[in-house]
Nanobody, 132 residues
Framework: QLQLVESGGGLVQPGGSLSLSCVVS????????IGWFRQAPGKEREGVSC????????IYADSVKGRSTISRDNAKNTVHLQMNSLKPEDTAVYYC?????????????????????????WGKGTVVTVSS
């Protein structure tokens, strides 16, 4: 059974840090792009960062660039997202997703955003709240 399980969310003060993890299991076919996405209350879901499972290539949305680091541990089928200098606007439900057809998430470089086109399988999310 395909499963993506996120963990690591919680309440953190502005300026603090958080590390999210996503464990991927049950895949009988290769998957390539693994991404973190988030949805803030009342807003559409947006991409945060993506990594290619094989090459380790990464991309970041402008909103988190310089504050976040995505990494993978293929031996554990796990992807991590380290987030630093957190802001209240980072408050959201964070989801991980994978693609079996794309090497990387689709990025609109002109806008600095990552789109979810082609991401096929999704976890249920973990809540991150940034508040004092």
């Amino acid at each position: 059974q395909l499963q993506l399980v996120e963990s690591g969310g919680g309440l953190v003060q502005p300026g603090g840090s958080l590390s999210l993890s996503c464990v991927v299991s049950g895949f009988t076919q290769p998957y390539y792009a693994i991404g973190w996405f988030r949805q803030a209350p009342g807003k559409e879901r947006e991409g945060v960062s993506c990594i290619n499972r094989n090459s380790g290539d990464t991309i970041y949305a402008d909103s988190v660039k310089g504050r976040s680091t995505i990494s993978r541990d293929n031996a554990k089928n796990t992807v991590h997202l380290q987030m630093n200098s957190l802001k209240p606007e980072d408050t959201a439900v964070y989801y991980c997703a994978v693609s079996t057809i794309q090497a990387m998430c689709f990025m609109r470089s002109d806008l600095g955003i990552i789109e979810e086109y082609g991401m096929e399988y999704w976890g249920k999310g973990t809540v991150v709240t940034v508040s004092s």
